[in-house]
């Protein structure tokens, strides 16, 4: 039996490995994605917990302006260089915008997962704040 060691442990996705196939940031097996950027609730190979990290909205709102400006400078170019009916720019962008965004979505969730998974961050919780601030470990007194 692993102990829940301090450094990344062999046989774990990097970063960019994790993000790209929605790896489990623990063991590396497929499914992190329920649904098309819904989590799984935990890993079905190892069990982790994937609740109990919160990556919220951050990806979507830096994605929304990110996905924005790259679809308005292509809409311009197009529009400029092709002249085209309106519903080609409809046929073009509504799609470009739902699988960009999808995928970005999926993309930075899944990497701020595995990214928060290795630096072992959580939802802070009562127990924490009980706990006096200054006791490092190591310290045990009484
Ligand atoms: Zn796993």
């Not at 450094?7 to 960019?16: R, T, W």
């Not at 499914?31 to 990556?55: I, M, T, W």
């Not at 979505?105 to 928060?116: D, G, I, Q, V």
């Amino acid at each position: 039996m692993m102990a829940d060691g301090s450094s990344v442990e062999k046989g774990q996705p990097g970063l960019a490995e994790a993000a790209l196939f929605g790896l489990c940031p623990r063991c590396g097996a497929k499914g992190l994605f329920a649904g098309a950027a819904r989590f799984a609730p935990s890993c079905k190979v190892c069990g982790l917990d994937y609740g109990q990290y919160n990556v919220g909205d951050g990806p979507a709102a830096f994605l929304t302006m990110i996905i924005g400006a790259i679809t308005v400078a292509l809409a311009l170019w197009v529009e400029f260089t092709f002249d085209p009916p309106v519903w080609v720019h409809a046929l073009l962008w509504i799609p470009f915008v739902a699988i960009t965004t999808l995928a970005g979505l999926r993309l930075s969730k899944a990497a701020l997962l595995a990214a928060e998974y290795q630096r072992k961050a959580r939802q802070a919780t009562g127990e924490d704040l009980r706990k006096p601030p200054s006791a490092g470990p190591g310290q045990s007194g009484d």
